[in-house]
């Protein structure tokens, strides 16, 4: 794309393209030129428009289609609250089209540095088994041990207002750690257990 023509150039088009002949002279007919202005001052605007609906197909840039983008997207994020700023609207449609699953440790210890949390750790139990466990080993404990986790928030050492450190419609007085609970709970493996220490 060679960038957004003005309406005086689309004017200066339009005048190039006339057929010649008295009936189109601009001087004989003065009228051909008010005309030619109003229908460049459109397509300029369209050709505007065009280029304002590139930018909002990607979310990088995206504005006016945000509401549109939250319908394909199941947004605004339970998790996060129902009520939430346009600046956090537009600021999560990015982060759900870009976000990947995952069941290792570090994607679950980012979840919890996006709430405001950089210091997390988490603590994996296992089971005994014969030939594995030793006496004075940390972390074990029943068969069932195995399936449950620990996040240790390690406090809440970010502060402030901002994306993913509060949660939208998030009120003084409201937990703060209720955003990451719901989000940890809802990407936890569906066989697993786990239990937050904000300790």
């Known amino acids: ?5 003005t309406a005086a150039q689309y004017h200066a088009q339009l005048r190039s ?14 009228e051909l ?22 930018n909002e197909m990607d979310p990088a840039g995206v504005s006016e289609l945000v509401p549109d983008w939250e319908r394909v997207m199941n947004l605004p994020d339970p998790c996060l609250g129902a009520t939430p700023l346009f600046d956090d609207r537009r600021l999560a449609v990015r982060r759900r089209l870009l976000a990947v699953g995952s069941q290792a440790v570090g994607y679950y210890l980012e979840i ?4 405001g949390y950089p ?14 466990s030793r006496f ?42 209720s955003a990451l609970e719901c989000l940890i709970h809802r990407s936890a493996p569906a066989h697993t257990k786990v239990h937050i220490n904000y300790d």
């Open 1 to 5: 794309m060679g960038g957004i023509r």
């Open 17 to 30: 393209l006339l057929p010649s002949g008295p009936a189109w002279d601009p001087e004989r007919v003065p």
């Open 33 to 54: 030129e008010e005309v030619l202005e109003g229908v460049a001052q459109e397509l300029a605007r369209l050709d505007a428009r065009a280029a304002d609906l590139l």
């Open 112 to 115: 919890a540095k996006s709430q």
């Open 119 to 132: 210091n997390a750790t988490i603590t994996e139990l296992e089971a005994p088994r014969m030939g594995r």
């Open 136 to 177: 004075g080993a940390a972390h074990w404990g029943t068969w069932e041990a195995q399936f449950m986790w620990t996040l240790n928030t390690g406090g809440r050492l970010l502060l402030g207002r901002r994306f993913g450190a509060s949660y939208w419609g998030e009120r003084f007085g409201v937990n703060p750690g």
